[in-house]
């Protein structure tokens, strides 16, 4: 199994609804672009990604998003270099369709109080519905990893709470852990580093914006 050396995890840069969230009663949140921030964002990201990866190859999977698009289209790596899939799993949390934001507003304190992994939004999804797809697609990331010739780079462009999800299930992170943990910022990454043991470890922690609350010693 040719294991990939790193897993780099990117989130969008600042989209249209991170800037005004009024956004949302006019476009759908699959559809919204990138600010001028967020374009600056991208590309500062791609500077720091293409010095990590130097000339090694690179298997990119991205959300179906435009703004993970054009995310993506602004880190400016080498398509010779690049194998790029549209990957519907790492897309952002389902809210429902078109959305009236002060219904959000509400919906979001009742996520707050209720814990943001269990609460299902109206017509939407919760963090353990996302948490069933990224598990998914990570079965599929794992039996690509028995191609012989699998770059040794590893590439998702996502949302920031996928991103959560993502390190949470595979590191076996507990529900507590993951309402314990803040969001990257527009533009952050992560990097799962392949140690000499054959392990991989985060190259920076997640925020913590206050200590786990398990209910028992599984936390």
């Given at each position: ?11 969008h ?20 672009a990138?600010?001028?921030t ?15 990866f ?54 979001k ?111």
């Open positions: 199994m040719a294991r990939p050396r790193r897993i780099v995890l990117v989130r840069g600042e989209s249209a609804g991170n800037a005004d969230d009024t956004v949302y009663e006019r476009e759908p949140d699959h559809a919204l990138l600010t001028e967020g374009l600056q964002q991208a590309e500062d990201t791609g500077k720091r990604l293409r010095d990590l130097g000339r090694e190859r690179v298997s990119v999977y991205v959300s179906p998003y435009r703004r993970t698009h054009e995310t993506f289209r602004m880190l400016r790596l080498d398509p010779d270099l690049v194998r790029v899939r549209e990957e519907p799993r790492l897309r952002e949390q389902d809210w429902g369709n078109w959305q009236d934001r002060d219904d959000v507003r509400l919906q304190a009742y996520r707050d109080a209720y814990g943001h992994f269990f609460y299902r939004f109206a017509q939407g999804e919760s963090g353990a519905d996302v948490y069933d797809r990224v598990g998914a697609f990570l079965e599929s990331l794992y039996r690509s990893f028995e191609a012989p010739d699998h770059p040794p780079n590893v590439l998702l462009v996502t949302h920031g709470l996928t991103m959560r999800l993502f390190c949470m299930r595979w590191f076996h992170w507990s529900v507590a852990e993951f309402e314990s943990l803040s969001n990257p910022g527009n533009g952050e990454t992560r990097v799962l580093v392949l140690g000499e043991d054959g392990k991989y470890t985060l190259d920076r922690p997640f925020e913590r914006w206050r200590e786990p609350e398990p209910y028992g010693i599984t936390g």
